[in-house]
């Protein structure tokens, strides 16, 4: 009942990584088509190996899996296949982060990267009238200079890149660490997000906030852990993108009954649900209500409050956001 709740309300996605979003499946047929060597016999042996102790586990095989984007078609493909999930899940606009250094550093051509991206964007916004945007990440665990390359080689396509982000393994490399290049990227207009406490620790998450000056913080699991950090997010309303599946299977929660997801909705933290890699984690945004409902018996009144959040907290104009939110009532009304 509530699930179909979940299925049938329009929805954004904040926090989706798009190479996160390559299927065991789709990986396995872009290796044979552009004869990449993957070390799995078959597409089972992908899925077997998807267990994970944490989030470097997860990393490692995550960059592996990218090896098999190498042209036009495979980043369109890979996009593509994500944007006709959002249509079987009613998720009507998401923001959606890429990681350029992942492929710039194989050879890939940034210019490769975006028109495959830009090429499924646009389709699914014509064909299946799903709006989006783009943030660029940083990769942590590289130096700030290869993120300052990065910054200067996306400027051909600053029209098409909306803001950007910061992930990879978070422990050792804290936000200080690329304080400089989120300030160009202000200075350059872009929004900026990211990860933070989600293994790191609370000070991370005020690093993100003072240090790189940040509009969102992804994950932000841990700024539970800091009571006057919980009421300096609430009184600022700064969105967390929580990803519940991705918290079960990196460890950073160890059953989903344990899930802080209602702590943060009654501390007035304007939290999302989001699927982060739903490749990789059992599940795409439905899936991740879904499994909400299962394990904290989530309510009909924060499933409407975590969807309108994922709208307000989005960075639709006003408009658009209000017209969402009419949209969401009207759904939620119809179902009461
Ligand atoms: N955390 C950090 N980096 C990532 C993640 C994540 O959950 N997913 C893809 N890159
Ligand atoms: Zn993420």
């Known amino acids: 009942m509530l699930k179909n709740l979940v299925n049938a309300l329009p929805k954004a996605e904040l926090h989706i990584h798009i190479e996160g979003s390559l299927e065991p499946e789709t990986m396995f047929r872009l290796a044979q088509r552009n004869q ?21 586990d997860f990393l490692d095989l995550y960059y592996q899996g990218m090896s098999v984007l190498l042209r036009e078609e495979d980043f369109h493909d890979l996009t593509w296949e994500y944007l006709c999930k959002c249509h079987e899940q009613n998720v009507v606009h998401t923001e959606i982060f890429f990681d350029p250094q992942g492929h710039t550093s194989r050879g890939v051509a940034f210019e490769t990267i975006m028109q495959g991206i830009c090429s499924a964007l646009d389709r699914a916004e014509s064909e299946l009238g799903i709006s989006s945007h783009l943030i660029m990440c940083f990769l942590r665990h590289l130096d700030q200079q290869d993120a300052f390359r990065t910054l200067e080689a996306s400027l051909p396509w600053r029209e098409r890149i909306l803001g950007v982000g910061l992930d990879s393994s978070e422990r050792g490399h804290p936000p200080s660490k690329f304080r400089d290049v989120f300030e160009r990227s202000a200075q350059l207009g872009f929004k900026r997000v990211a990860h933070a406490g989600e293994e790191g620790p609370p000070a991370y998450v005020h690093e993100a906030l003072n240090l790189l000056t940040v509009n ?3 994950h932000g699991n841990r700024a539970l852990e800091d009571p006057s950090l919980v009421q300096h997010l609430v009184e600022s309303g700064m969105p967390l993108t929580v990803c519940p599946q991705s918290n079960l299977r990196l460890a950073v929660i160890k059953d989903m009954c344990d899930h802080p997801i209602r702590d ?23 899936e991740n209500f879904h499994a909400l409902i299962d394990a904290v018996d989530l309510n009909k009144e ?7 959040n994922s709208f307000e907290a989005s960075f639709l104009s006003a408009e658009q956001i209000s017209g969402h939110l009419a949209a969401v009532d009207k759904i939620a009304g119809a179902s009461s």
Not at 37 to 56: E, G, M, N, T, W
Not at 302 to 308: G, N, T
Request: glycine fraction near 6%; proline fraction near 6%; aromatic fraction near 12%.
């Open 36 to 56: 990449v060597k993957l070390p799995y016999p078959d597409v089972q042996s992908i899925h077997d190996a998807y267990q994970f102790r944490c989030l470097q």
């Open 264 to 286: 943060m909705l009654q501390a007035g933290l304007k939290a999302t649900v989001n699927s982060d890699d739903p490749a990789y984690f059992g599940g795409y945004l439905n």
């Open 302 to 308: 924060e499933i409407v409050r975590l969807v309108k």
């Open 216 to 218: 969102r913080i992804d």
